[in-house]
């Protein structure tokens, strides 16, 4: 990819000139504003005959529409690219983790900035149980763990204290509404 001199460019197309990038291997992630942006910069000054790009990105922006806005049904939507879907997961329902790592998560909104947060929980081997039904070892946890102070949902403590209340979603036997 080339461009003239005296052409001014954004930083982004300046990154894909400099390290010699394709347009169709875009530096940004499909869908964000800059995704879009590259494309839309990226066509305008090859119409003016100001950039130079390999055949495939040329063949891309003469024969789609990526990088464009349309209006549809009152939202401007992106157009040749496809439509992520982004499905926002249940919130504060714990499950068993399918993957690795912790044994339990839980999906949770951060006050703060409204972000969907993972939070994972439990014996990270799988070893242990929980004794939420045997009142010496279930007193023992709280009493180790400070469950009485844990009130921030945005940690994996808050979770592991409130562990009986999901019991029965869980898979495990017993629960009730604390350890103690």
């Known amino acids: 990819m080339k461009f003239k ?72 939507v992106p157009l040749d690219c496809p439509l992520i879907e982004e499905k926002e997961p249940e919130l504060n329902s714990p499950k068993r983790n399918s993957g690795p790592g912790k044994k339990y998560v839980v999906y949770v909104r951060n006050p703060k900035t409204g972000n969907v947060k993972r939070i994972e929980f439990g014996d990270e081997k799988g070893g242990l149980t929980s004794k939420i039904n045997d009142k010496d070892a279930a007193k023992n946890f709280a009493s180790r763990h400070n469950c009485d102070t844990k009130n921030d949902k945005m940690s994996p403590g808050y979770w592991s204290c409130r562990l009986p209340w999901y019991a029965k979603q869980l898979g495990l036997s017993g629960g009730g509404k604390y350890f103690w």
């Open 5 to 76: 001199e005296f052409v001014k460019i954004s930083e982004s197309l300046q990154y894909h000139v400099t390290n010699d990038i394709p347009l169709h291997e875009n530096i940004y992630r499909v869908g964000s504003k800059k995704y879009y942006e590259l494309f839309s910069e990226a066509r305008r000054l090859m119409k003016e005959g100001s950039l130079e790009i390999d055949d495939f990105d040329k063949w891309m922006l003469e024969n789609t529409d990526i990088g464009e806005h349309a209006l549809y049904e009152g939202q401007h």
